[in-house]
Each structure stands twice: as C-alpha cells, then as structure tokens.
C-alpha cells in the first residue's frame, strides 16, 4: 500500500520540487541584483569624487539607484516573511497533530507521607 502511495503522490512531490528550485533561484537572482546595485553606487561615488560627474547627475543616479534597491529589499523581506508564514502553517498543523487526542489520559497520583 505503501508503494502505491508513493505513486500517487510522486507527480505532486515533483511539481513542488521544481517550484522550490523556481524560488530559489528568484531569490539568488535578487541578491545578485542587490550587490550589482551596490557596486554601481560605490562606482558613481568614485565618480563624484573624482570630478567625472557633476553634483545633480550623482544626485539624480543616486536617487534611482537607492530607489532600487529599497524595492529589492522590501520584495525580499516581503518573500521571507512569506517563508516564514508557511513554516508557521506546517509547524502548527504538527503541533495539532501532536495534540489530538488518543485516548483516555491516565494519572498517577501519588500522595506523600510525612517521615
């Protein structure tokens, strides 16, 4: 019966797989988005200093940039409070599982005499 099982659930064991690897990858590409964005800012800092642009095209890059990234970083906050919704989901329906009742409970109760 076991086996059975096993084929029956395999299809959707496999598409949940594949859409974790989707995930994953999502995520590694924010992060590299994220230091690509970060690298640039430190290049436009560079080239304030060194005179290669003037004060309101840093200002302007900047703005876009910094933008940027402040999206990027609240879409990865926002995917790993998701995360953390759906482990709380599945730690809570282990914690009812845990808690149904299976059967009566027996307690021992012991009366201490005094020596």
Do not use: H, W
């Not at 690509?36 to 900047?62: K, P, V, W």
């Not at 940027?68 to 409070?81: F, V």
């Not at 953390?84 to 201490?112: I, K, R």
């Amino acid at each position: 019966m076991l086996a059975v099982d096993d084929i029956i659930v395999f299809p959707f064991k496999s598409l949940l797989m594949v859409f974790r690897e989707i995930y994953n990858a999502a995520v590694q590409e924010m992060k590299q988005e994220g230091d690509r964005i970060r690298l640039e800012l430190g290049q436009l800092y560079l080239s304030l200093e060194a005179g290669n642009i003037d004060e309101a095209t840093f200002d302007e890059r900047e703005r876009v940039l910094l933008d940027r990234l402040d999206e990027l970083e609240a879409q990865q906050a926002e995917s790993e409070g998701d995360e953390e919704d759906t482990s709380g989901a599945e730690e809570q329906e282990q914690e009812d599982y845990e808690d149904e009742d299976d059967g009566p409970n027996v307690y021992l109760l012991t009366s201490e005499q005094e020596t």
